[in-house]
């Protein structure tokens, strides 16, 4: 079975951790390189974040450092999810690993050169990089299968009433990728607030017993606390509906529709307008299996071994 390359670009970030630990867990994916975006942290605190999970999760592909500020706005970060560290929660491993000498444009242009077969981006945090890697590269776009990205919201928002946090920290990038042509995924708030995991899904997530396992569960408890005080039934988790889309679209349901991003605006700037007055742009997932999602997670944790006391 000729498996999917990726590349990862995130702001770990909780719930891009939990979507990494998806991918890696499933045979579907080759994941040909991670690289950080600052977005939930600054990118020091990202990048590290990044290094520490791919320790933790076997994931062997270089990581590379992004952009440290989106193409024009100031960079906005949000310890009110992630914690001071964005990753705050259970102690994770030290990176066993080097950073790549290569900032992340540059990785992202290797891989995509190097690789034989048209290779998919999985963007789960501000669209900084990949809108750089285009404006720096435009040569590769015929390299980039398809751009799965988490983010904006046909409906609403949640930064503020209109915008979606990943697209209102660049609506410059997204805004270049959206009018790029490279065939688009978009997972935003319509699908992934009912990409909800509840407590009893993360107790079944522990009870697989090894090390990832209670790792993904504490994650699952501090993601949800600041959801909890907002009156959520559970943990919307954002970014694994990104990579759900590349290995059960099944459990998806899909639109295509023309997206278009809000780039001024005192009160709409990172706004996704989602319409069909103009050829869509974009496959945008409107819909989930939410008892599907959470077995997928289950099944995940348990690719990573045996139960251990
Ligand atoms: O709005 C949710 C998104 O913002 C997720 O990607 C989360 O990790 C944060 O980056
Ligand atoms: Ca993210």
Known sequence: MDRIPVIFDGDPG????????????????????????CGNQTIEKTTYNAMRICTLLGIDAPI?????????????????????SGLDGPKLPEPSMPLCELRSVELMAKVL?????????????????V?????????????????????GGIAHGNWTPAAEFNILVDPEAADIVMKSGIPITMSGLDVTEKA???????????AVGNEVARVVADWLEFFYEFHRR???????????????????????ETKALCVQIET??????????????????????????????????????????????
């Open 264 to 309: 001024k605006g005192e009160y709409c700037r990172g706004a996704t307008i989602g319409h069909d007055r103009a050829p869509a742009n974009a496959r945008v997932n409107l819909g989930i299996d939410r008892d599907g999602f959470a077995d997928l997670l289950v099944e995940a944790v348990r690719a990573y071994g045996e139960a251990r006391s």
């Open 64 to 84: 590379a450092m992004g952009k440290p500020a989106p193409l024009m706005a100031p960079p906005m970060n949000a310890p009110s999810v992630h914690g001071q």
């Open 230 to 252: 907002l009156g959520y039934p559970g943990a919307p988790l954002h970014d694994p509906v990104a990579v759900v889309s590349l290995i059960r679209p099944d459990l998806l």
């Open 14 to 37: 909780h719930d891009d951790a939990i979507a990494w630990m998806l991918a890696k867990a499933s045979p579907l994916l080759d994941i040909r390189a991670v690289t950080s975006v």
């Open 131 to 151: 809108a750089a890697l285009l404006l720096a590269h435009p040569e590769l776009k015929s390299k980039i299968a398809r751009i799965s990205f988490m983010g």
């Open 113 to 129: 050169r190097k690789s034989e077969d048209p290779v998919t981006i999985v963007a789960t945090g501000p669209q900084t990089n």
């Open 196 to 206: 909800l995991i509840y407590p009893a899904d993360f107790e079944r997530v522990r």
